[in-house]
């Protein structure tokens, strides 16, 4: 482990001279690039620090421990018994933070809340639910647009997306995916009866398009004779041109241009359009599938989080926690699950290195 965090020093100082660089820092997008990653490694290199310091003094102490004077070794004795704890506290904190990220944590987020079971005061419930997590994104300092609100007929929202921009977005929403219960007395309700409604939430990683990116090697060219405008000589030389992307299978040729080269140009470009609305359609494809794996079909039994109001509870129900500050939670105060969740699946995590 040890070595393996000297590298990651070793990479953070390399980084924070690439920061000073005046070539980088005028090269916007590779600086703020460069910025994420050091501020990733800072947290670790901050904490490999106090862990290495800590074992310094814990050989201190140890060569103390053998003085001769016995008021020395009870010093040590005194400084081994408060050093043993914080180095093993210390060890845990960076095994956790060497588990393996996510690559998708840092990236931002499409966020949308839908209405399930319970009609009317499901909608209302998606309103609660959409007013507590825009508190949380203020809290957190990120960015949000809402994208789409398709409003409830008693309030609320039968459905609302909102983009979500900021640090590690992704990496703190996807614990939100699922379906989210509320039992509580509705404003609808004459008697006073406790009733049980249901939303569902999706947090998706927002995935950049990428430039469309092809392998000359796959990339098959034909040439043939040509016939149209052009000319008398496009029937003379094979200056018609298709061009077949071997692993897709997709095909195109051109034959308006007046020669072989600007054929090839002009194909290469629908080439390249045709690929890219493939690429496109199969991420769009993609995003939709996940969508329907994470929340599931709204029902109330498929919950992950129940939101109690009498009891002024909540439960999450994937790792049996309960808190009873339903109040605050709504306030957009959602931090101890969050964090709780994060802890579980890095122990998750953990555990699976480690086996």
Known sequence: MLDKLDAIKNKFLTLEEQMSDPEIITDQKRYREIGKEYNKLKEIVDVFEEYKEALNHIEEAKIMSKDKDAEMREMAKMEMEELLPKQKKLEVQLKQLLVPKDPEDQKDVLFEIRAGTGGDEASIFVGDLFRMYIKFFEKQGWKTE??????????????????????????????????????????????????????????????????????????????????????????????????????????????????????????????????????????????????????????????????????????????????????????????????????????????????
């Open 146 to 355: 809402v994208k789409y609100e398709n409003e409830g007929s008693s309030g609320g929202y039968k459905e609302v997306s909102v983009e979500v921009k900021g640090d590690n977005v992704y990496g703190r929403l996807k614990f939100e995916s699922g379906t989210h219960r509320v039992q509580r007395v509705p404003a609808t309700e004459s008697k006073g009866r406790v009733h049980t409604s249901a939303a569902t939430v999706a947090a998706m990683p927002k995935m950049e398009m990428e430039d469309v990116n092809i392998n000359r090697s796959d990339l098959r060219i034909d040439t043939f004779r040509a016939s149209g405008a052009g000319g008398q000589h496009v029937n003379k030389t094979e200056s018609g041109v298709r061009l077949t992307h071997i692993p897709t299978g997709i095909a195109v040729e051109c034959t308006e241009g007046r020669s072989q080269h600007s054929n090839k140009e002009i194909a290469e470009q629908r080439l390249y359009q045709k690929i890219y609305a493939v690429q496109k359609e199969k991420h769009r494809s993609e995003v939709a599938a996940k969508r329907k794996s994470m929340v599931g079909s709204g029902d109330r039994s498929e919950k992950i989080r129940t939101f109690n109001y009498p009891q002024n509870r909540v439960t999450d129900h994937r790792i049996d926690l309960t808190l009873y500050n339903l109040d605050q939670i709504v306030e957009g105060d959602l931090d101890k699950i969050i964090e709780a969740l994060q802890i579980a699946e890095n122990a998750e995590k953990m555990q699976a290195a480690e086996g």
